[in-house]
């Protein structure tokens, strides 16, 4: 449903252009992506406030996607697991952090040192249709990952005293967006990374 409707945009995108540079399929790609987010945003979102999570959902999706952006990972091969594999994560978060207590000060250390660790061997994950092969690019990338993750841990234990739960869920949804780049979910979401394909067509 989402493809057709991406396509027909696509076409009508693209009708108008005669010097032919436009590649509908790309134009195509592109609105099928957005129209994906919407999707999904719109399904967390509307979920949450009728659950009346809505703040913390915010926190949640905010704290994920800062990560996510920067470290990126593996993905999904389908729409539907996809976005399925988001809500999911979302609030399997939201309801650890609900359940769990206070954190301690030992369980930040041991989660932010893992962290640290798994950005520093695997950040950024790009995969086969999104490649990233500036070395410039991987650097900053691996950098910016790693300082908006000190940044959501600081938050999170100046938080951990007024507001357990979004204390929690920044720790538990970040920890979740780093683990996403080690090879074990690659191989659990059947995602290759680009570097794999010039290791297999050798």
């Known amino acids: 449903m989402i493809h057709k409707l991406a396509e027909k945009m696509g076409n009508y995108a693209t009708r108008g252009d005669e010097s032919g540079q436009t590649n509908p399929e790309v134009v195509t790609y592109g609105v099928e992506l957005i129209l994906q987010e919407i999707l999904m945003f719109g ?21 994920y996607t800062v990560i996510r952006a920067f470290a990126n990972g593996a993905h ?7 976005i399925l594999s988001y809500v999911i994560t979302m609030y399997t978060s939201i309801g650890l952090a609900m359940i769990l207590p206070k954190l301690p000060i030992w369980a930040y250390v041991v989660l932010f040192a893992a962290d640290l660790l798994i950005l520093l061997k695997y950040a950024p994950g790009d995969t086969i249709e999104r490649p990233i092969v500036n070395r410039g690019l991987i650097l900053r990338c691996k950098i910016l990952s790693i300082v908006f993750l000190t940044c959501l841990f600081v938050c999170s234990f100046l938080l951990s005293s007024h507001n357990k739960d979004f204390s929690n869920v920044m720790v538990i949804v970040s920890t979740v967006a780093c683990c996403l780049t080690l090879p074990i979910v690659y191989k659990l979401y059947r995602s290759h990374r680009s570097g794999e394909a010039d290791v297999e067509s050798e």
């Not at 399904?43 to 704290?63: C, E, G, N």
């Not at 999904?76 to 996809?82: E, Q």
Request: charged share 5%.
């Open 43 to 63: 399904i967390v979102l509307l979920s949450a406030w009728i659950l009346r999570v809505l703040p913390v959902m915010l926190v949640t999706i905010l704290s």
């Open 76 to 82: 999904a091969p389908l729409r539907v697991v996809c």
